[in-house]
């Protein structure tokens, strides 16, 4: 029976994804430095662990037997570690997957989806909304060494056959998962809700729920070889639904908003700039992300038939955000 290979399965969408592989009857194999969130997986007779650091090239062929489809879920991204420098991230995000494609077996593995980041486009312009056409120009990090893993894997399959899907997901969230909404909408300490001008900017979103019903339509899917997906949901959110809803979903929190004018973060990041004007593209960056528009095109996903079917409103009206559509 088909095995899939799940990088960072202890993490919140690796987790979520082992789950709903098991219920469908799908053998996992599932591969992590640790295992605190995945208890329940681990007493499944279907699931294999591996503590595995993929980082090591030399640790991971035994989690690479017997498998035919890997999801490569594991990656350093922002503020999961107290290590942010470029030489970490590179370190982990693209030496790691170089160390996984080695470890592949070409003759036995299928298909290798590798979860990327909507962060490779970098900043946006005014009007902007980069479609997976458009060329990765990363301002951070995070997506200039997500955009060498792309690369990387692009060229493994190009050299070896072994297919390929690259999903560049938008900021994740889910019931449990909420700090790429809560740092857009929430002052430090979720102390009151902050808005930046008049809160009508649009950003795209991605419901956890979303990602594992893709991944899980699109590993065999003949229209997902060898191509690279942007990931969200169909609905786009402004800064003032976005507090809206939280405020009906939690009425006992008597939060204000206070109002930020634009001008204010603006001249704050470029006083930054200045002080280290090596970190000036990111900075200008990070300031793009939480003030203007930040959308990001999803035709070419709704063109393959699979459905997008989750946002806030459903995602939270689950119970649990390790389903897809109709298994909430």
């Not at 909404?181 to 979103?205: C, D, N, W």
């Amino acid at each position: 029976m088909s095995r899939t290979l799940i990088t960072g399965i202890n993490g919140y969408i690796g987790s979520n994804l082992g789950r709903l592989f098991l219920r469908e009857g799908r053998p996992v194999t599932g591969c992590d430095l640790e295992s605190g969130n995945i208890g329940d997986l681990i007493a499944d007779r279907r699931f294999e662990f591996r503590r595995v650091d993929i980082t090591d090239a030399g640790a991971l062929e035994d989690a690479m037997r017997d498998v035919d489809h890997v999801v490569h879920c594991a990656a350093l991204v922002h503020k999961r570690s107290t290590d942010l420098s470029r030489e970490n991230y590179f370190r982990i995000n693209r030496t790691g997957t170089e160390n996984i494609l080695r470890a592949l077996d070409p003759a036995q593995v299928k298909r290798i989806i590798l979860l990327s980041t909507v962060s490779v486009y970098g900043r946006l312009r005014e009007g902007m909304v980069p479609d997976e056409g458009t060329d990765p120009d990363p301002d951070d990090h995070y997506g200039e060494s997500k955009a060498a893993a792309e690369d990387d894997v692009r060229a493994y399959s190009r050299d070896s056959g072994v297919a390929h899907t690259i999903l560049r997901l938008a900021p994740v969230y889910g019931t449990s998962f909420l700090l790429n909404i809560h740092k857009r909408v929430y002052l430090p300490g979720e102390a009151a809700f902050y808005r930046i001008g008049s809160g009508t900017q649009r950003m795209s979103l991605c419901s956890v729920n979303n990602v594992i019903d893709v991944i899980a339509a699109g590993a065999s899917h003949p229209s997902f070889a060898n191509e690279t997906f942007n990931v969200r949901d169909l609905k786009e959110y402004s800064i003032n639904e976005i507090i809206s809803f939280f405020r009906e979903l939690r009425p006992q929190q008597k939060r204000i908003t206070i109002t930020i004018p634009y001008a204010v973060p603006r001249l704050a990041f470029r006083a930054v700039s200045l002080i280290m004007p090596g970190r000036g593209r990111s900075y200008t960056y990070q300031f793009q992300k939480v003030a203007l528009d930040a959308r990001y095109s999803v035709e070419k996903l709704r063109k393959t038939g699979i459905p997008l079917v989750w946002d806030l409103r459903s995602t939270f009206s689950c119970e649990t955000t390790s389903g897809g559509s109709g298994r909430g």
